[in-house]
């Protein structure tokens, strides 16, 4: 929504200012430029990525749009299901939950917890590791060391889409560029005709700088920069069930290990210390 909320900005600032300076709005609606500075940098995303990257590309734009997933009852949720874990853990052994991380979705568990659950992502990674302190002598060091080498690896992936459409906004004011020469080529073989005429066409010429800087400025750069806000956010999780999990292998007891992973979360999402116990408090008595 906030998207929508700011491209309308921008045009209002932009056309409304060239309107209110007694500029005629009409002047500036050139399709084929748009046709030639969208269909280069299309075609220029097309040359430069692999499918992988369009693919992700694509994929994320969608949610762009949406507002954030990352919301303080999220959390609460991710770290009332860890405490949940880990109190069974500790009460009936490690091997109580071999049934819980082998079918998430078909676990008591789990089930509490619809909104962790659509993530699979997170879940995946937490019955992993779960999975991993079941079977494996591994200390916590070595599964700390494993988990950053994954948590790097979800950073880069996601950092893909972000990169494109990055490069894709450095590339407009370009094919901006690209545009205007081509209509000053047309204005220069039409020397011919009567001077307004002729001013007309230096007018359209020059609409095409101005919609490659306007479209990389105002509407596709910013894209990137929040697909980089999205992506931090994402990661916070997987840090906080990271440290969680660390925190009760270093044999802390369930109530603090949440705890550690409560201090990882960034301010504007953090539950304080009594949300977060009510919120433990509630799902036992579900």
């Known amino acids: 929504m906030l998207v929508i909320v700011g491209y309308l900005i921008v045009m209002g600032s932009v056309f409304g200012g060239f309107a209110l300076s007694g500029g005629h709005l009409a002047a500036l609606f050139q399709p084929l430029e748009l046709l030639m500075i969208g269909g ?22 969608p949610t762009l749009f949406k507002g954030s997933r990352y919301t303080k009852e999220l959390y609460m949720e991710l770290m009332s299901l860890l405490f949940d874990v880990l109190s069974k853990v500790r009460k009936e052994g490690l091997m109580s939950i071999e049934g819980d991380i082998d079918k ?15 993530d ?4 995946e990674f937490m019955t992993d590791y779960l999975r991993l302190m ?16 994954e948590i790097d690896t979800h950073h880069q992936e ?12 450095d590339g407009l004011p370009a ?19 009567p001077p307004s005429e002729l001013g007309m066409l230096i007018a359209h010429a020059l609409v095409g700088t101005f919609l490659g800087i306007l479209l990389a400025y105002g509407f596709v750069g910013p894209l990137a920069s929040l697909l980089e806000q999205k992506l931090e956010e994402s990661t916070k999780m997987f840090q906080c069930v990271k440290v969680t ?5 270093n044999g802390y007891a369930p109530a603090l290990a949440v705890e550690f992973g409560r201090k990882v979360l960034y301010s504007t999402e953090r539950p304080s210390f009594s949300e977060l116990e009510d919120h433990i408090k509630k799902s036992k008595s579900k």
């Open 175 to 193: 094919f901006g560029i690209v545009a205007a020469v081509m209509g000053v080529v047309h204005t220069m073989e039409s020397v011919g005709i």
């Open 104 to 118: 998430p979705s078909d676990s008591p568990l789990f089930s509490k917890y619809p909104m962790v659950l659509e």
């Open 40 to 61: 280069a940098a299309l075609g220029a995303f097309f040359v430069g990525n692999n499918g992988k990257a369009i693919k992700a590309t694509l994929g994320a734009l």
């Open 158 to 169: 996601g950092h893909v889409p972000a990169h494109c459409i990055a490069k894709l906004g």
């Open 245 to 249: 999990l660390l925190a009760s292998l």
């Open 120 to 123: 699979h992502h997170i879940v």
């Open 134 to 149: 079941v079977s494996g002598n591994m200390d916590a060091f070595q599964i700390e060391n494993l988990m950053d080498n």
